[in-house]
């Protein structure tokens, strides 16, 4: 017997900034599972920066998003009804087909949730892709030393607020921290970072110069911009730029220019590397084992802006690029 819910389609696709008129709320038909197949209720979904470059027509690592269809993206499910040895009714299991109330789902595309490590949410944040990009950003590709100091933008968001962390963790010396506002600020600092700033006060430069007056080691750039141009004129000699992203221009309509001051990666001997979490994915075990660990200690804190409601699922989306979230931005359904 099939049931009614609802999803969220692409109506347009943005030009900029996008809008809530680029969302449709639509109602539907969810059909029955099929053999091998399970249905589930979503309890949770994530909004993530990654989605606004699938709104655009563009060629890119994840396909865009077709217009007129419903949207995907990391979501934590419960098993409404079953068509497979595997999962039983009741059942959680995060997969790839949020933005509705209800998903159909092939048994391998349904990976189950250990609930004894933390509550289920944080299988969309520190225990997901989320956790695994700050660990491997620092760790494999910035190759982050004990003793090195550390610059995170974005370090109140879901990636950066585990960075800076992790880097504490794993032994830097100094770990500084850029976000929009002054109460993130303090909340970062109450969450271990040695120093952080309002990059919206003064110049991102002059603020990353007093908080970090002997230089940096590591930059984990996940703003791009006034951020890494800031970086690399503090950068010490032989430091290294983990490019995560470069949310300041996701919206942008022209292309934006590139830092001023490169041509010291040539006398500071830089290493700039972009990555995707997607390449790293061997990386997986050693880092659930590790931050399963570290969340079970209180080691790790991890914060997250929960909006009830699917229908406010593009407002929790836009929110997300403004910045309304201090740690990882959720929609509970
Ligand atoms: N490479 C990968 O595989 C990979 C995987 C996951 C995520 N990422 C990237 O990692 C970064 C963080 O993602 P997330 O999921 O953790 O999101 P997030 O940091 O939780 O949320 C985005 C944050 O970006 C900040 N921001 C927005 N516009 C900005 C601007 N113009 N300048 C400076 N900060 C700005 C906002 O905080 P403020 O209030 O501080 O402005 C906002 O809270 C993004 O760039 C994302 O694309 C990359």
Same mark, same amino acid.
């Not at 419960?78 to 949020?98: C, I, M, N, Y």
């Not at 009830?308 to 309304?324: I, Q, S, V």
């Not at 201090?326 to 359904?333: A, D, H, N, S, T």
């Given at each position: ?30 059909p ?5 197949q399970?249905l ?27 217009l007129? /269809?419903?949207?995907d993206?990391?979501?934590?499910g ?21 933005w509705? /109330?209800?998903?159909?789902?092939? /048994? ?14 944080a ?29 995170v ?19 830097a ?37 007093e ?11 996940n ?12 950068m ?20 934006v ?8 990666a ?13 390449d ?9 084992g590790?931050?399963? /660990? ?12 929960v909006v ?17 979230n ?8």
């Open positions: 017997m099939s049931r009614a819910g609802r999803e969220v389609r692409l109506a347009s696709r943005p030009h900029g900034w996008p809008t809530p008129e680029n969302f449709d709320l639509v109602k539907v038909s969810v029955d599972p099929g053999p091998g399970l589930v209720r979503n309890v949770w979904m994530s909004v993530d920066p990654y989605m606004r470059g699938r709104m655009d027509d563009r060629r890119s690592y994840s396909p865009p998003y077709a007129g /269809e419903v949207l993206g990391g979501a934590i419960e098993v409404v009804s079953s068509e497979t040895d595997a999962f039983r009714p009741g059942d959680l299991v995060r997969h790839g087909k949020g509705r /109330e209800y998903a159909v789902l092939d /048994e391998r595309a349904a990976q189950r949730v250990d609930q004894t490590v933390a509550p289920v949410s299988y969309l944040g520190p225990l997901s892709g989320i956790g695994l990009t700050a660990y491997v950003g620092l760790l494999d590709v910035a190759a982050l030393r004990p003793g090195e100091a550390v610059f933008s974005a370090a109140a968001g879901a990636v950066g607020s585990l960075t800076g962390q992790i880097a504490k963790l794993k032994g010396a100094r770990v500084v921290g850029s976000a929009g506002s002054d109460e993130k600020v303090a909340r970062l600092l109450d969450l271990g970072f040695d120093a952080a700033f309002n990059y919206r006060a003064q110049p991102v430069r002059r603020s990353l110069k908080a970090a007056p002997e230089g940096i080691d590591v930059y984990f750039d703003v791009g911009a006034d951020h890494l141009e800031a970086a690399i004129a503090c010490r000699l032989n430091g290294r730029v983990a490019i995560c992203g470069m949310i300041s221009q996701y919206n942008a309509t022209e292309p220019p590139g830092p001023r001051n490169l041509s010291l040539v006398s500071k001997r830089l290493t700039l590397r972009g990555f995707l979490l997607y790293h994915l061997g990386r997986r075990e050693q880092f659930v590790e931050m399963s /660990e570290w969340l079970r200690s209180g080691q790790i804190r991890y914060h997250e802006t009830d409601g699917l229908e406010n699922a593009p407002a929790a989306f836009l929110g997300l690029l403004r910045g309304e201090f740690g990882k931005m959720l929609v509970r359904l």
